[in-house]
């Protein structure tokens, strides 16, 4: 019984568990490698491992670092089954598909280049027909659900709190008679978030690999965030410019919507036109409205008393891009919601060019932005900025909005783990050196946990 870790090792994308369990192979994740393109060209490596020889594949949720080379696996010769929970199976749909045909535009805009220099063509890293053939290799679970999915091994999916669908993953493994509880914590949520629960607690394993994403920081209370966008909203509404928003997709659009949604008289949202600009985010919307019965009792109760959780009488949904092309004529009283969160591709960049020149014009970062960014820059307080290769001057008002993060904190971590009682062993995968160090400090000094930090094939003995 062995685990190797193939991926999010000292780093937070690219995350994949490989387990040799007798004559049996599981992999836990296939995700995509991010960050900049001579990380990301470690996508196209071969794996380390015989895709067609794994028995099984547990997916933790649809995020493209867990999920996003699922696609590459089964055009390498994997068949069999990938298990996970059934709104993640819907956001895979969504999310792998456009995944594919992010990479299919690239490489056919590298190509027109590489055609007239004479250099040989390039081919995607998969395509969106790779990605069809891979949805209909799903199985999906419900949480509790519990799964006997090889001889011997027992998958068991847990509310992690981080996106719809997230799962901490059990695995009840026995072996020549000897019997070992492994979790992976996948992302975990941060604890109040809206819609979702806050992750379930277990008190019972032999192993715990464990993200360490925010390790190193707390995070703002709920409450403060909110009441910061409300009067962010409210003092822009006597100036009326318009107001931009870059959103992620899946996760924080909806958190977006739902809190407009309980706020709407409050913070005077009914004098704006609100505006999803997102073929993307639309389709996660629907998924979200779909699974409404793994709602957190607070949004169950708000949906039972006023509706739809994102049915605003203001909401327009720009599905197509003439749709977005129209919002463009609107100079004053736009909120407008589009991807990409980081402001690096996408709608958002043409409502950029439109709005970010003009003095009424506000810009509204509610995610974390990485460094290279465009959406760094402009938290950073670049004068201008390049669209297109046409230099803009930036004279919109920027607000950055902390506390808003769909991960939990190292306090949040901390207290997921103290529920153990056993006080397992701990690898920690999913985070930054840093980030790792400090957590694993805190661990060892709150618990004296047996805690290592993942090396990249590294090979651990069960």
Known sequence: MEIEFLGATREVTGSCYLLHIGNYRLLVECGLIQGGFEHEKKNADPFLFTPAKIDAVVLTHAHIDHSGRLPLLVRRGYDGPIYTHRATVDLCAIMLEDS???NEKEVEFQNRKRERKGLPLLEPLYSR???RATQKQFRALDYHQCEEILPGLVLTLHDAG?????AIVELTVTEQGQTK??????????????ILHDPEVLTDADLVVMESTYGDRLHRPWDETWQEVGEILSSVRTGRGNVLIPAFTVGRTQEL????????????????QLFLDSPMGIEATE???????????????????????FDLPNLHLSRRSDDSM??????SGAIIIAGSGMCSGGRIKHHLKHNVWREESHLLIVGFQAKGTLGRALVDGAPRIRLWGETVNVKAQVHTVGGLSAHADQQGLIEWYGHFKNRPRVVL??????AMELLALRLRQDFRADVRMAEFQEKLSL
């Open 100 to 102: 594919a045909y992010l």
């Open 129 to 131: 027909d790779d990605a």
């Open 162 to 166: 981080h996106i719809l669908g997230s």
């Open 181 to 194: 509880k492994i979790v992976f914590s996948g992302d975990l949520g941060h604890c109040g978030a809206p």
């Open 257 to 272: 919507l739902y809190i407009f949604n309980r706020y709407f008289d409050e913070w005077g949202l009914g004098a704006w």
């Open 287 to 309: 998924v979200y409205q779909r699974h409404a019965r793994i709602y957190d009792h607070h949004a169950r109760e708000f949906e039972q008393q006023h509706g739809a959780l």
């Open 326 to 331: 129209m919002i463009n004529q609107i100079r």
């Open 429 to 434: 995968v999913h985070g930054e050196p840093e």
